[in-house]
Every structure is written in C-alpha cells, then in structure tokens.
C-alpha cells in the first residue's frame, strides 16, 4: 500500500470518527497540523531553562482549558530543559521541553474539561547510533470514571540531528469525553525509561462535519506531501545531562 493511499485511509477514518454518534474509541496520528485546534501548552510558562518543577502543577492549554501535569506514584520533580543546550536529540534547536528527570513515568496530564484530540512531540533520554536506537512511545486515553477509552503507539528511532525530527504521538476520539492521558517510553528491551516532551498541542472538539469537510482538501494535499523522515545513522552515545540535574 502506498503512503499516499494510508494517508487517505487515515483521513477517512478521521471524516468517520467526527460524523457518528456512537463512541467509536481512539484513532491516533503523527500530524500535529491534524489536531491542533486552539489547545496548546509553551513551557517556557512553567519555569526557566534549568528549572526543578514541582509536580503535580497545573497549565493552560487555553483561555477555557486547563490540565494537571504529574507523575503518578512518584516524589521527582520534572525538570525544564531546551534542546541544544540542556538536551541533545531530535527536537528542533531552542525548542522547551518538558523532561521527565530521570523518571520513567508515566506523564499524565489530566484535563479540567473534556477534550477530543491530544498530542506531542517525545524523545527518549538516550540517543545516537549508528543504527539509532530504537523505542516505542505509548499513550493511554482515560474518560470520566478511569474508564480506558483506548491507547495508541508509535515506533521510533532515537538520534541526535536536532533537527526537529522528534516523532509526534497524538490521537482523535469520536466524542470530546477525553478527561485524563498517561504516556510512557519503553527501549528496545522493553524497559521504561525517562523522556522529554515539547509543548502539547490538542483540540477541545473538532470542528463540526460542515466545516470539517471544507478541510478536506487542504488536508488531503497536506498528507499527499507527507513522507516518513529517513533514519539518520548517527555514532551512538549517551545524551550528556547538566551536571545540576
């Protein structure tokens, strides 16, 4: 099958997904320009490069939505880091990240309100190569009551371009009834392991049928274009750390 004719696939079952009534569960993407509609977090908001962050803490995502940042279970701060001077990977030089300071996780962002559409940019605290190491990125989606709506994943390799490349993990859901999200990061062994994660991007609801559908020819171009990165061979080797954190 042909990238061109997945990509269209996928946007059929995003078109069937924002059209039906009934739960239809969780349908995840790589395109952040897919979900992105007015819910966004800079984490330049919640400290400085550098900066030890309490958790939980809470953030905006907009004028109307807010979430509780976390992780479950455990006493370590997260930490504020920026790509090419605290953190050396995939992310696009200067970008905040939020690292999950030596701890597994998970990260879990719980929502104030309701929403239909999450993701993020993530990497995991080792990279190089060649080959690059591999991973896998997870995220679990919650309604009301911790009930699992359904999760998605993505495969991925870790190396240190800096060049923006960082794989993105979102989802869609059938109903705007998304209240919690966990993510995680295992290695190639299966083991969990500590992360960085640029500003999430989401949506509270996505557009209704009559205007989605206007969108459907820009997207339809958008994903036409779409290619998967290649997979740079880098020399392996542990991603150095400020010797404050």
Same mark, same amino acid.
């Given at each position: 099958m042909t990238k061109k004719l997945k990509s269209c696939f996928f946007l059929a079952a995003v078109v069937l997904i924002s059209t039906?009534?009934?739960?239809?569960?969780?349908?995840?993407? *790589?395109? /952040?320009?897919?979900?992105?509609?007015?819910?966004?977090?800079?984490?330049?908001?919640?400290?400085? @490069?550098? !900066?030890?962050?309490q958790q939980p803490f809470s953030i905006s995502l907009s004028d109307a939505i807010g979430?509780?940042?976390?992780?479950?279970g455990s006493t370590a701060d997260l930490m504020r880091v920026d790509e090419g001077t605290s953190w050396f990977g995939d992310f696009a030089l200067g970008t905040p990240l939020l690292w999950t300071n030596w701890d597994p996780g998970p990260?879990? =962002?719980? =929502? $104030?309100?309701?929403?239909?559409?999450?993701?993020?940019?993530?990497q995991p605290d080792f990279g190089g190569g060649p080959p690059? /190491? /591999? =991973?896998? !990125?997870?995220?679990?989606? =919650?309604?009301?009551? *911790?009930?699992?709506l359904g999760s998605v994943s993505l495969d991925g390799f870790s190396t240190l371009t800096e060049d923006g490349t960082a794989p993105f993990l979102g989802f869609?859901?059938?109903?705007? *009834?998304?209240?919690?999200?966990?993510?995680g990061v295992i290695d190639e062994d299966g083991f969990p392991v500590d992360f960085a994660v640029d500003g999430p991007v989401g949506s509270a609801s996505i557009p209704e049928p009559g205007g989605f559908w206007l969108a459907v020819p820009p997207l339809v171009a958008f994903l036409a274009r779409h290619s998967?990165?290649?997979?740079? $061979?880098?020399?392996? @080797?542990?991603? /150095?750390? $400020?010797?404050?954190?």
């Open positions: 039906m009534g009934a739960h239809a569960g969780i349908v995840g993407t *790589d395109s /952040p320009a897919l979900i992105s509609h007015g819910l966004a977090v800079d984490w330049t908001s919640v400290g400085v @490069e550098y !900066a030890y962050i979430a509780t940042v976390s992780l479950p990260l879990r =962002f719980v =929502f $104030d309100q309701p929403i239909q559409a999450f993701g993020l940019h993530i690059p /190491p /591999p =991973f896998t !990125a997870t995220m679990a989606v =919650f309604g009301t009551g *911790d009930i699992l869609f859901s059938s109903q705007r *009834d998304v209240v919690r999200v966990d993510i998967w990165r290649s997979r740079p $061979d880098h020399q392996r @080797e542990t991603r /150095p750390k $400020d010797a404050s954190a």
